[in-house]
Structure formats: C-alpha cells, structure tokens
C-alpha cells in the first residue's frame, strides 16, 4: 500500500515559479513510476510529467522546458519544479505512483496562475 501527500501549491502570477512535493509512504517507491498529473476545472486529468527508476523522464508538450520532475528515493519525495506559469497551468496537481499493476493517487494540490 502506498499513501501520498502532495504539497506546495497556490497562487503564484503569470511568470512565476512553485514547487510541488508528493511525499509517499511504503516501501515500494523505489520500484515504482512515479508522476504528476493535473486537472483543470471541466477536463479531464491529463499527464504532466512522469519519472521512472533510475530516472528517466517524460513531458507532456506542454510542460516541456518550464517544468522539471525529480525524484529522491532516499526520502521517498517526488517533486515538480515549475517555472514560467502560465494562466493555463491552473489546475488541481495530483501525485500518482505505479507499481506493477496498482495504481496509487493522492489527494492534490491547487495551482493557481493569476494577476
């Protein structure tokens, strides 16, 4: 079983930066994918950057040159850099963990981009 608990969103102006962490509990984090997705008010969740063991990475377009996922197994944390926020990146940021076939959510964290 794994639980996860993300962090560090809120509102931040267009241009600017935030961080999320997803902290998980279990002993599997090391062996599992870990990810970012987001929602935004009326859509569907959709992927915004993943990261595997020993680290590889991946991007939606969107995210690509603003954004940065890392992970530290040594603290079982997942983070997402953000910079360069744009209004369009308002959304609830939610922290998924795969692992073999299970599939693990937390609970989210609002960003919100706005003057």
């Known amino acids: 079983q794994v639980q996860l608990v993300e962090s560090g969103g809120g509102l931040v102006q267009p241009g600017g930066s935030l961080r999320l962490s997803c902290a998980a509990s279990?002993?599997?984090?090391?062996?599992?994918?870990m990810a970012w997705y987001r929602q935004a008010p009326g859509k569907q969740r959709e992927l915004v950057a993943a990261i595997g063991n020993p680290g590889s990475t991946n991007y939606a377009d969107s995210a690509k040159g603003r954004f940065t996922i890392s992970r530290d197994n040594a603290k079982n944390m997942v983070y997402l850099q953000m910079d360069s926020l744009k209004p369009e990146d308002t959304a609830i940021y939610f922290c998924k963990a795969t692992h073999l076939s299970n599939i693990y959510w937390g609970q989210g964290t609002q960003v919100t981009v706005s003057s």
């Open positions: 279990g002993s599997i984090f090391s062996a599992s994918v």
